[in-house]
């Protein structure tokens, strides 16, 4: 019989390895797989655009055409992922869509660039559900809050990083007889197969498959979570367990479009930042090179990514409510279209850095909901279909804003557009908030500590 202390123990020690040996490496994936799926909008400003000819309408449904394919195998993608297991399905993702991405190098053409753009979406498609799926398989739901906001941290960390290295790849311009945006493309799609073929070796499907956890640490993992999920099974009605059950689950697409509003917001953001700071030499008179652009891009993402842990800690110590969610998505709504009525560089830039950190602060701790009220295959399925739905935003935005872009010349209707989403989405998490402040999930843990009580 091991006693309470003991039981705290292992909890502590094994959370602690899942974070430092487990989140790190698949928050690398999440780090490359954002990145080449953004990287268009670095190319787009330094050189793509006027090498292939390109409108802002026509840039945004390049954008926004990885989308389509993506949203077409998102559910089929992690419903293999829940047969084949993660390690294998994870892997192979990555891999494909790495070779994929290695192809824009050589695009010639805007039809060649939409169809390259909507095979990287059928290559990556089920890679974020199935990351955010295989994250909450390995850790008890008290925890998961703390796990996500880790792994999310790779999102803004990826413009931190990426935006300043996505440059210097820019200009070296030339080198192999290629323009810089090409040398870009083809720097940010390696990484990916390398780390793919590393993933297949370096993953574990479970806690019991986990060689670097103990036998002690491995029986409390596994303990908890069949507790969890046996809670799950037991509030449910034996449909809610289903695959199907997520289609016609009323609280499932409320998620759904709660989640589609937050993606509008942060693809309308990393899509056309590069290409907003590129006007300020048009609107302020100002210059500057590639890499300073870089730079500026990433200026907003660091604050962003502070404001994600802080947030997400205080979630993860009073519980994940609706307002961790509403509030940050009430202040993106606010200050997205005010960013392009400031009077210089350094304001618009100041208020863009608060709407990245209002919608890097919501995300994770939006994740954190979902699973506590589906499982099994209904929980693949779920977190698919609300992947799906707000993917569509993906597609939507950066369409809609280059087409209002061309339409009224400026940026500042389409940031218009992008606010009212944000506030759909503030106004569903408050709406959601009064059914599931006290979620099964969590209801769960006493039962977990119970089963603990009767393991050796």
């Known amino acids: 019989m091991q006693s309470a202390a003991d039981l705290q123990a292992v ?26 799926r953004t990287a268009i909008s670095f190319a787009g400003p330094n050189g793509m655009t006027k090498d292939l000819g390109l409108t802002a309408a026509q840039f945004g ?145 479970r806690p019991s498959q986990a060689k670097w956890l103990t036998p002690a640490e491995q029986n409390w993992l596994t303990a908890e979570l069949e507790a969890e999920e046996r809670a799950k099974t037991v509030a449910a009605a034996p449909h809610t367990l289903r695959p199907g059950a997520a289609m016609t689950s009323g609280r499932v697409w409320v998620f759904a479009l709660m989640y589609f509003g937050l993606i509008y917001g942060l693809y309308a953001l990393a899509f056309f930042l590069p290409t907003i700071i590129g006007g300020f030499e048009g609107r302020f008179g100002t210059h500057f090179n590639v890499f300073q652009k870089g730079l500026i891009t990433a200026i907003p ?20 409510r609706a307002w961790h ?23 618009s830039i100041a208020v863009i850095t608060v709407t990245a950190c209002a919608i890097f602060s919501a995300l994770p701790n939006f994740w954190a909901l979902p699973a506590r009220f589906l499982s099994g295959a209904a929980a693949a ?50 709406a959601i908030g009064s059914t599931s402040r006290r979620p099964a999930a969590e209801a769960s843990v006493s039962v977990g500590l119970n089963a603990h009580s009767h393991t050796k």
Do not use: C
């Open 61 to 205: 449904l390049a954008a926004g055409v990885f989308f389509i394919g993506y949203i077409l195998l998102e559910i089929p993608s992690n419903l293999a992922l829940h047969k084949f297991g993660a390690r294998r399905w994870l892997a192979r993702i990555m891999v494909t869509w790495g070779i994929v991405a290695l192809l824009f190098t050589w695009v010639s053409s805007i039809p060649g660039l939409y169809t390259l753009r909507f095979l990287l979406g059928v290559a990556e498609a089920g890679f974020f559900p199935g990351a955010i799926l295989f994250l909450s398989m390995w850790v008890p739901a008290r925890h998961r809050s703390h796990i996500l906001a880790l792994f999310y941290l790779a999102q803004p960390l990826t413009i931190v990083i990426g935006a300043p290295v996505a440059a210097l790849l820019i200009e070296a311009h030339g080198a192999f007889g290629l323009a810089g945006w090409r040398i870009m493309f083809f720097g940010v799609a390696v990484p990916a197969i390398i780390v793919g073929f590393i993933a297949w070796f370096y993953l574990a499907d």
């Open 381 to 430: 399925a779920g977190i698919a279909l609300i992947n799906t739905v707000g993917n569509l935003a993906g597609f939507v935005a950066p369409y809609i804003t280059g087409a209002v872009k061309d339409a009224t010349g400026s940026y500042q209707a389409p940031m218009f557009i992008v606010g009212a989403f944000m506030l759909m989405s503030a106004g569903l998490a408050f």
């Open 301 to 320: 993402y660091l604050p962003a990514a502070l404001a994600l842990f802080l947030w997400s800690r205080n979630a993860t110590k009073r519980g994940v």
């Open 11 to 36: 909890e502590k020690s094994a959370i602690r390895k899942v974070s430092l040996r487990l989140v790190p490496f698949v928050a690398l994936m999440f780090f490359i797989n954002f990145l080449d």
């Open 325 to 347: 969610i509403g509030i940050p998505a009430l202040i993106g709504a606010a200050s997205i279209p005010l960013a392009l009525y400031m009077k210089s560089p350094t304001a």
